[in-house]
């Protein structure tokens, strides 16, 4: 991949900002692309780089916003005989670009990481810190007495509760493990950040109490109805490092969807700020044309129309009344 795209993917990775890599994986002449051409794709629609031939990026960037928005990888081929490129794994696309040729592009999107927000310096609060950071999440550890010597690993170290509020676009899992340590003001301040996940590490009599103490300040008990307790999974933990294996086990399951659906606490997660894919019609080809992102378009007969390529868009300047079908021109939409 060019320097200046890894330098650009560097840089949206610092700044938490969610995109797609665009690989070139296979091409058959007559294709202008090569091998290893790439491209970055943001969520606004941006496209940065080079995949051959600009008939090609209207279905690359509008595949790489559903890649950014559902979290999954595709494959996709581009080919002026679909039919053929036809097989399982592989999303199959008209190839309208006048020189012809097939170009298979490997879409993988690049997200934030998710954020594990524990609260607690207890001995669990440690464990789930530590192999939170270990499966790759963003560890926050918060509570007033927490510092670097407790969790070494942690990506930040928040000691002020009042100020923990709604994070950035990266789903938010919360665990509340300060055991009898400014319990209730935890858990205000978990559900404060509107998790994905909120467990809470205590007995049911415990827990009653915390949640009684909060009702009666003032908060909403719906915002409570949605809370985990115990958290974890009942595989008979009992030392810190067990209870932490329990817990981030339940948080994996909910991830993946293998359990049945468990109300997020404190509101729904917030979904990544992915770019509306509107999309018109090329009235010469017939393909589909991202607007945020389209080069080539002409005001024809009091509308303005989206073309995949220059070409396209010469054509129809040209001859309007030759498509008649696609733009509705002559009385025959």
């Known amino acids: 991949m060019r320097a200046d795209l890894l330098i650009l993917s560097a840089d949206l990775v ?29 969520a606004d629609g941006a496209f940065h780089g080079w995949l051959g031939g600009s008939c ?11 890649a950014i928005a559902d979290g999954r990888p595709r494959l996709i081929a581009l080919s002026p005989d679909p039919k053929k490129e036809s097989r399982p794994g592989v999303l199959v696309f008209p190839m309208t670009c006048h020189s012809g040729g097939t170009v298979e592009i490997y879409l993988e999107p690049v997200l934030p990481a998710e954020r594990l927000l ?16 270990a499966m790759g999440f963003a560890v926050d550890a918060a509570d ?12 930040r170290v928040l000691s002020d509760l ?19 340590e400014r319990d209730e003001e935890a858990l205000a301040a978990a559900l404060r ?45 009992r030392t810190p490092e067990e209870i932490a294996v329990s817990i981030l086990a339940e948080i994996v399951q909910r991830r993946r969807g293998a359990a049945e659906a468990i109300p997020a606490a404190g509101g729904t ?8 894919a509107r999309e018109e019609t090329d ?26 390529c220059g070409g396209c868009r010469e054509k129809f300047v040209a001859s309007p009344e030759r498509y008649p079908v696609r733009a509705g021109i002559g009385g025959m939409a």
């Open 162 to 180: 009042g100020a923990i509020v709604r994070g950035g676009v990266a789903k938010t899992w919360a665990v509340v493990a300060t055991m009898g």
């Open 193 to 237: 950040a509107a998790p994905a996940y909120l467990g809470v590490v205590a007995s049911a009599k415990r827990y009653a109490q915390i949640r009684d103490n909060l009702v009666a300040r003032g908060t909403p008990a719906d915002d409570l109805a949605g809370v985990r307790n115990p958290a974890g999974l009942d595989i008979g933990a």
């Open 269 to 276: 997660p917030m979904a990544l700020p992915v770019a509306a």
């Open 56 to 66: 090609t990026q209207p279905t690359v960037v509008a595949e790489a916003l559903r």
């Open 283 to 308: 009235p010469v080809c017939g393909m589909k044309v991202a607007v945020a992102s389209a080069k080539h378009t002409a005001e024809v007969a009091g509308k303005k129309w989206y073309f995949c």
């Open 144 to 155: 007033p007495e927490a510092d670097r010597t407790a969790f070494p690993d942690a990506d």
């Open 118 to 133: 524990v609260f607690g310096v207890s001995p669990v609060a440690r464990a789930i810190a530590r192999q939170g950071k």
């Open 14 to 42: 610092r700044r938490e900002e969610p995109f797609a890599l665009a690989t070139v994986v296979r091409r058959a002449p007559a294709s202008s692309s090569q091998q290893g051409d790439g491209a970055i794709v943001t």
